[in-house]
């Protein structure tokens, strides 16, 4: 059984860091794409980053570039997203999700596309 476990989330000023964890457990990681999505309140949910677990190729959703850095450790089976720079646009809950695949869909994959999801940890930027 996939499992997804995200931490790290918090409240912190804009201009401020933060760094998310994802634990994940239960499949190959080598063989999936793990990807962070948010949901801000009263909006859909959207794409901010993903990385390969075959290759370690990255993408990042235009908002987001040149601020959020995505890593992974496949000897821990962990993804981490680095938030420099953070925005109160930033404020949502940030789930980690997979879906199986060596390949990241371009130019970013659509939430319908992840098969697998975790239960979100929340990010809060004040102005």
């Known amino acids: 059984e996939v499992q997804l476990v995200e931490s790290g989330g918090g409240l912190v000023q804009a201009g401020g860091s933060l760094r998310l964890s994802c634990a994940a457990s239960g499949f190959s990681f080598n063989d999936y794409v793990i990807g962070w999505f948010r949901q801000a309140p009263g909006k859909e949910r959207e794409g901010v980053s993903c990385?390969?677990?075959?290759?370690?190729?990255?993408a990042y959703v235009d908002s987001v570039k040149g601020r959020f850095t995505i890593s992974s450790d496949s000897a821990k089976n962990m993804v981490y997203l680095q938030m420099n720079s953070l925005k109160p646009e930033d404020t949502a809950v940030y789930y980690c999700a997979a879906v199986w695949g060596s390949t990241i869909v371009r130019p970013f994959p659509p939430v319908g596309y992840m098969d697998s999801w975790g239960k979100g940890t929340p990010v809060t930027v004040s102005s």
């Open positions: 990385i390969s677990g075959n290759d370690g190729d990255t």
